[in-house]
C-alpha cells in the first residue's frame, strides 16, 4: 500500500527510498492528492486498503473470505449500559460475543492474531472481569493464549464501595504456533543500558540489547479522557499507541488489521500508520462520521496523536503547584512530608 506524508511542507512517497520530494503543493491540494491515493471503501474487498462499514460486524465479516485478516483488535461493548449499548443478561451478552468472535476466526489467517481489549462488567455493584467469561469462548474455537496484558491508567471513576478500576486487560490469543509476532518494533529503552557483563567469556561487553528490551506485559498508557489529545465525542476509544503496538508486533506491512467494534476508528488509524490495511464495522452514524474524519486525517498525516513511548505525565517532575495541598501549611505537616522526595544518604 503506496503511503504518503507530509514533511516540511512537502508530499514525499514511500515508492522512493530516497525520500524524494514530489512536488510542493497548497494544503488543500495536499489533501486532496493523499486522498485520491488511498480511499475509504464501504464495503470489503481484498484489493481495498482501508473499509469502514456501516453496520453490524457479523454483516461485514460474512463478506470476508477465510484467513483474509491477520490482526483482529477490538474494544467490545461491556454490556454496561453506555449510549450506544443496550444492556443485556451476561449470559445473552456472552452468546452474543461467541458469535462474533467465531465469525472472526474463521476469516482469521493461520499466522493471525486476535486481541480483545476488556473490562469489567458491573452488576448491582459487582463486577465480573469480562476476560475471565471470554476466555472458554476462544479456548472451545481452538485458540492459544499468549498473553494477558494488563493496561493500567491513572484516571477513571472513583468508587466508594470498592477501589476504583484502573486497569483494564487485552487477552492475546492466535490461531496457531506458527503466528508473526515481530518483537524489535516495539521494544522500549532499557532500565541500565550501560551495564556490562562482569565475568565470563563476555566480561567487559555490554549486557542488554541495544534495540531495547521487550515491553512486558503490563503497559502503562494513558487512557482517553477529556484533555487527551484524541478525545472525540465517543464515550469509549482506546488510545491510539496501545494499538500502534499491537499491529507492529502482530501484522506485517500490508496485511490487513480489523475491528469489528471500530468506534472512532482507532484500530484503522494505528494500521494506516504503520502501512497495514485497516477494516472495521459500526453501527451508531455519527460514530461512523467520526471515524471517517479521523482516517481522512490520518490519510493526510495531519491526525494529532500522543506519540507512542511518551513517558506518562509525572506532575512532580514537571513543577506543577497543584500537587501541593492548599490546606497543607506546615512544614512537619504530614501531607507535606508524603510528598517529598525520597532522598539517599551519602557519607562523605
Ligand atoms: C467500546 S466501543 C469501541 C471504541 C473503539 N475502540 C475506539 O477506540 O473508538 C464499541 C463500539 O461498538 C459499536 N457496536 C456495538 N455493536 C456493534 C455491532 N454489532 N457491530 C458493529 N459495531 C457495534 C458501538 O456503537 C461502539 O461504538
Known amino acids: 500500500m503506496a503511503r504518503y506524508s507530509i514533511y516540511d511542507g512537502f508530499v514525499r512517497s514511500p515508492l522512493y527510498n530516497d525520500n524524494r520530494v ?4 497548497s494544503f488543500s491540494d495536499r489533501l486532496a492528492s493523499m486522498f485520491q491515493k488511498i480511499s475509504i471503501s464501504k464495503n470489503f474487498t481484498p484489493a481495498d486498503s482501508v473499509v469502514v462499514f456501516q453496520g453490524n460486524c457479523l454483516d461485514l465479516l460474512k463478506t470476508i473470505p477465510d484467513g483474509a485478516l491477520q490482526l483482529i483488535v477490538t474494544s467490545p461493548p461491556y454490556n454496561i449500559g453506555k449510549e450506544y449499548e443496550k444492556k443485556l443478561n451476561l449470559k445473552k451478552y456472552l452468546e452474543q ?3 462474533v468472535i467465531a465469525a472472526c476466526v474463521r476469516a482469521l489467517s493461520n499466522q493471525g492474531s486476535i486481541c480483545w481489549q476488556v473490562g469489567n462488567y458491573v452488576d448491582d455493584g459487582a463486577i465480573v472481569p469480562i476476560d475471565t467469561v471470554l476466555y472458554p469462548v476462544f479456548h472451545d474455537l481452538g485458540l492459544k493464549m499468549r498473553n494477558r496484558i494488563i493496561w493500567h491508567f491513572e484516571h477513571g471513576l472513583h468508587c466508594s464501595r470498592r477501589l476504583s478500576g484502573r486497569y483494564e486487560t487485552i ?3 492466535t490461531k496457531t504456533k506458527d503466528y508473526i509476532f515481530n518483537l524489535d518494533p516495539i521494544r522500549v529503552p532499557q532500565k541500565y543500558p550501560g551495564k556490562k557483563y562482569f565475568k565470563g567469556p563476555k566480561a567487559g561487553q555490554y549486557s ?9 506485559d503490563l503497559w502503562i498508557i494513558p487512557n482517553v479522557k477529556s484533555n487527551h489529545i484524541e478525545k472525540t465525542e465517543h464515550p469509549c476509544q482506546f488510545p491510539v499507541e496501545l494499538i500502534e503496538r499491537l499491529v507492529l508486533s502482530l501484522s506485517n506491512e500490508d496485511d490487513w ?3 469489528p467494534f471500530l468506534g472512532a476508528g482507532t484500530s484503522i488509524v494505528a494500521a494506516i500508520r504503520h502501512n497495514r ?3 472495521g464495522a459500526e453501527t451508531v452514524p455519527k460514530y461512523v462520521d467520526i471515524a471517517m474524519n479521523r482516517i481522512q486525517q490520518e490519510i493526510a498525516g495531519v491526525l494529532k496523536t500522543r506519540p507512542m513511548g511518551r513517558p506518562v ?16 501549611k506546615q512544614k512537619n505537616d504530614a501531607q507535606l512530608q508524603l510528598l517529598e522526595k525520597h532522598t539517599e544518604y551519602a557519607i562523605k
Not at 505525565?313 to 497543607?328: C, F, H, M, S, T
Open 171 to 173: 487477552i492475546w490469543f
Open 277 to 279: 490495511r485497516g477494516a
Open 22 to 25: 514530489l512536488i510542493a503543493m
Open 208 to 216: 542488554c540489547n541495544p534495540l531495547g528490551k521487550n515491553p512486558g
Open 313 to 328: 505525565y509525572d506532575p512532580e517532575a514537571a513543577g506543577n503547584n497543584l500537587r501541593i495541598a492548599p490546606w497543607v
Open 97 to 99: 460475543q461467541a458469535e
Open 257 to 259: 488489521v480489523f475491528d
